[in-house]
């Protein structure tokens, strides 16, 4: 079987790289000549553990091509994978616009039945507006070629895709004919052997379960950080609260962290889509929007601590940012906290100097020069009148304090993350506040 994948982002070449690494020949397709020429030459455009690897040994091997050019594969294929993004509109919705020029090339160009597979993030209903775009390209050419639709949401996680990709919890498939299922679970059989589930369904189930997925996700982090707010107020320690219900096995612990809000490019976005989806249809998701408000507003709860701690004369106050990329094992900073927080803090007249492991060309392309960068932590705190730790990267979880201390103009840090003991901090003689924690 021999398929293509559309968009080498982090889905779509984590996608065709692990497909590949199961003997599975695989043209992965992108429109921008420059990140296709660099794949080429095994240079990776995003950060991803083990990924490069992957990419290099399956690229060696033969099974892994680069084109720039859907009409040159569309015909040499059995099946097209759709993994192009689907940017949020003003409104919220997605943009759909990638996603359908990818199926008005299929329909110009294909010759014999092809499977369309979405594995972007859309709307229910997408499917739909695919297969008619297929369809009005082949009546433009006077074919009646016949094809099929389907969806096949990703659950990756950024930083552990790989393994997210290779052992599943699930996959999820949309179809509507039995051939399209018969390719699908042909497709996948590696992994179903390996005891893996494939869950077929209608495609506007699949559709939907895959917003439903990150929508209640984001609930959790939204929740915690509500809760956490309320502790901070009654005395009560967020941390404590978690453990305590953490053990109903009905609730579990996973997604029950406080922070200082949730970012990357599918929390905010899907939650975003799935609320305008409900409008659109006459229904208002209340639950998520307010999920939606609890985060905007949670992402600047380390400016508002760091602000009342000096009593708003944050003018000319030297801030040391430790973590800029949304979450740690990872370069996107899409949505991050950090960015709001960079923000705040220059609109304050603020000074910042920023280390991350990974993000900062990111940061850079971002933002520019409008923040400083160091080498490591402890040159990002120096001078400091304050440490901000927004992403908690192993490598700050245990740092010489003593040594922090001494470099810093105040001893002052502010946990975005709680992963510091708030005692252990006020023994070596900095003022601490987390998030929750009395």
Not at 389 to 394: D, I, Q, R, V
């Amino acid at each position: 079987m021999k398929i293509a994948i559309v968009g080498t982002g982090y889905v779509g070449l984590v996608t065709g790289t692990c497909f590949a690494e199961m003997g599975i020949d695989v043209t992965c397709v992108d429109v921008d000549t420059h990140k296709i020429e660099n794949l080429r030459n095994g240079i990776i455009p995003i950060y991803e553990p083990g990924l490069e690897a992957l990419v290099h040994n399956n690229a060696k091997a033969g099974r892994l091509h680069f084109e720039t050019r859907l009409a040159d594969v569309v015909n040499h294929v059995d099946i097209i994978f759709s993994a192009v993004g689907t940017p949020p509109n003003e409104d919220g919705s997605a943009d759909l616009k990638y996603v359908l020029e990818v199926a008005r090339e299929v329909g110009r160009t294909m010759d014999g039945y092809k499977l369309l597979v979405t594995k972007s993030t859309v709307p229910v209903g997408t499917a739909r507006k695919v297969k008619e775009a297929v369809a009005e390209e082949l009546a433009k050419r006077g074919m009646s070629c016949k094809f099929d639709v389907a969806s096949n949401p990703e659950f990756l996680k950024e930083g552990d895709a790989i393994n997210d990709f290779s052992r599943p919890n699930r996959i999820v498939v949309g179809v509507e004919s039995d051939l399209a299922r018969a390719m699908m679970d042909s497709l996948y059989k590696p992994f179903t052997l390996n005891g893996h589930p494939i869950i077929f369904m209608d495609i506007p189930s699949a559709e939907m379960t895959k917003y439903a997925a990150n929508a209640m996700l984001a609930t959790r982090i939204s929740f915690m950080n509500d809760i956490a707010n309320l502790c901070e107020i009654v005395g009560a320690d967020v941390s404590m609260v978690r453990k305590g219900i953490a053990t109903d096995e009905r609730i579990g612990s996973r997604f029950l962290y406080a922070g200082c809000g949730y970012g990357g490019s599918c929390f905010p976005k899907d939650v975003k889509a799935l609320v305008n989806t409900a409008h659109e249809n006459g229904y208002r998701l209340r639950v998520l929007e307010a999920v939606e408000a609890v985060n905007d507003d949670q992402k600047r709860i380390v400016f508002r601590k760091l602000y009342d701690h000096f009593g708003g004369d944050l003018a000319g106050k030297r801030i040391a940012l430790w973590g800029l990329s949304f979450k740690p094992q990872t370069d996107d900073m899409r949505e991050a906290p950090s960015l709001t927080v960079i923000d705040a803090l220059l609109r304050a007249g603020c000074t910042v100097r920023a280390y991350d492991p990974i993000a900062m060309e990111e940061s850079k392309r971002r933002i520019g020069d409008r923040i400083a960068y160091a080498q490591d932590l402890y040159e990002a705190a120096e001078g400091a009148d304050a440490v901000l730790l927004l992403t908690e990267w192993k490598e700050f979880r245990l740092p010489d304090w003593e040594r922090v201390r001494e470099s810093m103009r105040t001893p002052v840090v502010v946990d975005g993350r709680n992963i510091y003991d708030k005692r252990q901090l006020e023994r070596n003689g900095f003022a601490y506040m987390g998030i929750g924690i009395k």
